[in-house]
């Protein structure tokens, strides 16, 4: 992993009317890190990530990511970035090579590579058998292993995973964290959310945040010797306070309380 | 003391899936029940044969001494239940959704207030916000209210904590506690071993059968191997490394360390060897007592190899 920095946030502010979702956000993220997004619902995090993907823009602040402009370059980053979001984003009624032509082509990849990457990909994850198969009949487990990977498809730089193993069995959910380590050793940085807290023991730096605000961002060892906790779940429950309203707010500009 | 809810031998199948394969277990009075297991595992379709929205294929469920099929309609009036997505009308009030859910049950908020007045304390400030606009922690306060508004016997609740952070699944399992005084019975599913530890028994369901049903502390010590922790510099290394290792029968990560158990139920000192020609460095390796999630990750593979 070397220094270069792949996600740069100064100051960064987002207010929806009078809500201040992101209040003064301030950190760096790693070429080759596997960086761990944590907060209560409401804290702000999902509006964070959009701005970092290029959906939504600061209200103030410099963000800039894969050296690419927030505010200027939105579409520039959106290229270079990968996203797994929650409940995956395949397409249920198509195949799995379906999907993985489809995902090529958005991707912008030409016809050569698509065919090579899927090769790759199928030999990689023991999917031959499912080459074929529509979406809707694979087990979860495989879906968000598939998923994963055709969001590493056309090897973004960055990879944001937005809550990526939620309800999948405890052996899957392992696979799926060496696949993100094997990806992280390629030089891929991976940007995780998740409400395991174990799996932020998996991440090299996390950070905390916190109605609005990021209050602790260190290596998970750091946090714990920080805090004197013995798991981040303990710093978690220590330090992060869920909001009442949340981030649902953000769809309006309503009046806090 | 008896059974609130007895089932057996229940099979239920969608087309050419077999959601649950021959379930039979029962409830005490009281008790707090976990179903724990992954996504696809069955736990929605069993609760909603309990529920009596679902009739099984095949098998009996009794619920308080009534038959699921036969008798729905007055096991639904003893029954609360919370499914996975929120059962809240997102555009009425809070104090709406509550007083809508009373009306149904043919009763009012006022009249068994007091069961949840500690829930209901944190949103109260809130009641005129529209449920659509709360937290996801919020939602499970005001969805819970609604499953308890009519005083049940037997509170049903679906992954009630799933997508939610952990200070508020914590605070959650405060409040399910505390429903314990009022003789309630709480069956849950989660997907997320520790809450295991917090219920009076759990069944660890997997693919549509039930692989283990005990008090979780007798269900942890149920791992049958000697368990060993392994830490040192560079998780994915260590990982890499000790799959190498011809003495390693499992290795699984597990939040800082990586689990591990070996051939011949015992540490070699052949291991550092291993580990320090690979490069790896600062290797600790303690034994360590095995928690439910060894154990279902034990039973998972026992499982797939029968």
């Given at each position: 992993m070397t220094n270069n920095t792949v996600i740069s946030v100064h100051n960064l502010v987002k207010k929806f009317g009078s809500f201040t979702a992101n209040d003064n956000l301030n950190f760096e993220v790693y070429e080759g890190e596997i960086f761990g997004f944590l907060g209560a619902n409401g804290a702000g995090k999902t509006t964070?990530?959009?701005?970092?993907?290029?959906?939504?823009?600061?209200?103030?602040?410099?963000?800039?990511?894969?050296?690419?402009?927030?505010?200027?370059?939105?579409?520039?980053?959106?290229?270079?970035?990968?996203?797994?979001?929650q409940k995956f984003s395949l397409y249920e009624d198509l195949t799995v090579k379906e999907n993985i032509t489809l995902y090529g082509g958005i991707y912008r990849m030409d016809k050569k590579l698509i065919k090579e990457r899927s090769e790759e990909l199928l030999e990689k994850l023991h999917f031959r058998e499912y080459e074929n198969r529509l979406i809707s009949d694979l087990p979860?487990?495989?879906?968000?292993?598939?998923?994963?990977?055709?969001?590493?498809?056309?090897?973004?730089?960055?990879?944001?995973?937005?809550e990526p193993t939620g309800g999948v069995d405890p052996i899957t959910r392992r696979q799926f964290w060496e696949m993100i380590y094997e990806t992280a050793s390629r030089g891929i940085t991976l940007f995780?959310?998740?409400?395991?807290?174990?799996?932020?023991?998996?991440?090299?730096?996390?950070?905390?945040?916190?109605?609005?605000?990021?209050v602790a961002l260190d290596t998970p060892a750091?946090?714990?010797?920080?805090?004197?906790?013995?798991?981040?779940?303990?710093?978690?429950?220590?330090?992060?306070?869920?909001?009442?309203?949340?981030?649902?707010?953000?769809?309006?500009?309503?009046?806090?309380? | 003391?008896?059974?609130?809810?007895?089932?057996?031998?229940?099979?239920?199948?969608?087309?050419?899936?077999?959601?649950?394969?021959?379930?039979?277990?029962?409830?005490?009075?009281?008790?707090?029940?976990?179903?724990?297991?992954p996504d696809g595992a069955g736990k929605t379709t069993l609760f909603r044969i309990i529920t009596t929205l679902l009739i099984p294929d095949s098998g009996n469920m009794q619920v308080m001494g009534l038959d699921t099929v036969a008798d729905f309609k007055d096991l639904r009036r003893n029954i609360g239940y919370m499914p996975g997505r929120f059962s809240l009308y997102?555009?009425?009030?809070?104090?709406?959704?509550?007083?809508?859910?009373?009306?149904?049950?043919?009763?009012?908020?006022?009249?068994?207030?007091?069961?949840?007045?500690?829930?209901?304390?944190h949103i109260e400030p809130f009641k005129?916000?529209?449920?659509?606009?709360?937290?996801?922690?919020?939602?499970?306060?005001?969805?819970?209210?609604?499953?308890?508004?009519?005083?049940?016997?037997?509170?049903?609740?679906?992954?009630?904590?799933?997508?939610?952070?952990?200070?508020?699944?914590?605070?959650?399992?405060?409040?399910?506690?505390?429903?314990?005084?009022?003789?309630?019975?709480?069956?849950?599913?989660?997907?997320?071993?520790?809450?295991?530890m917090r219920c009076d028994r759990v069944a660890l369901v997997q693919s549509g059968r039930i692989l283990s049903i005990d008090n979780p502390q007798m269900i942890k010590q149920g791992f049958t191997r000697k368990l060993f922790s392994v830490k040192a510099s560079g998780k994915y290394a260590l990982i890499t490394a000790l799959r190498q290792y011809p003495g390693t029968v499992t290795a699984y990560p597990f939040g800082d360390s990586v689990h591990v158990t070996f051939s011949g139920n015992r540490?070699?000192?052949?291991?550092?060897?291993?580990?320090?020609?690979?490069?790896?460095?600062?290797?600790?390796?303690?034994?360590?007592?095995?928690?439910?999630?060894d154990r279902f990750l034990e039973l998972m593979e026992k499982d797939v190899t029968a």
């Open positions: 964070a990530i959009r701005i970092l993907s290029g959906l939504l823009e600061p209200t103030s602040g410099e963000v800039t990511v894969a050296g690419f402009d927030a505010r200027k370059q939105a579409e520039q980053i959106k290229k270079n970035i990968g996203y797994m979001c979860l487990g495989l879906k968000q292993k598939l998923a994963f990977s055709i969001a590493v498809l056309h090897e973004p730089r960055i990879v944001f995973l937005d995780v959310t998740t409400h395991y807290m174990d799996e932020a023991e998996y991440c090299d730096r996390i950070s905390i945040m916190s109605d609005g605000k990021i750091g946090l714990k010797r920080q805090y004197s906790a013995g798991s981040v779940e303990e710093v978690f429950v220590k330090i992060a306070r869920p909001s009442p309203l949340g981030e649902s707010l953000s769809r309006n500009s309503g009046r806090l309380g | 003391m008896s059974k609130v809810i007895e089932s057996s031998g229940v099979s239920k199948k969608f087309g050419t899936i077999q959601a649950l394969k021959d379930i039979s277990f029962s409830v005490n009075e009281s008790e707090i029940f976990g179903f724990i297991g997102q555009d009425l009030s809070v104090e709406e959704n509550l007083n809508f859910y009373a009306t149904v049950f043919g009763t009012t908020v006022r009249e068994n207030y007091e069961l949840i007045a500690d829930i209901y304390s005129k916000r529209l449920a659509g606009k709360l937290s996801g922690g919020m939602k499970q306060k005001l969805a819970l209210s609604c499953a308890l508004i009519h005083k049940p016997k037997l509170l049903v609740l679906d992954e009630p904590t799933t997508g939610v952070d952990a200070v508020s699944r914590s605070e959650f399992w405060g409040m399910l506690r505390k429903l314990h005084k009022h003789n309630i019975t709480i069956i849950v599913s989660t997907p997320y071993m520790d809450e295991a540490l070699e000192n052949s291991v550092f060897d291993h580990l320090k020609k690979m490069g790896i460095e600062n290797v600790q390796i303690n034994e360590t007592e095995a928690g439910i999630e």
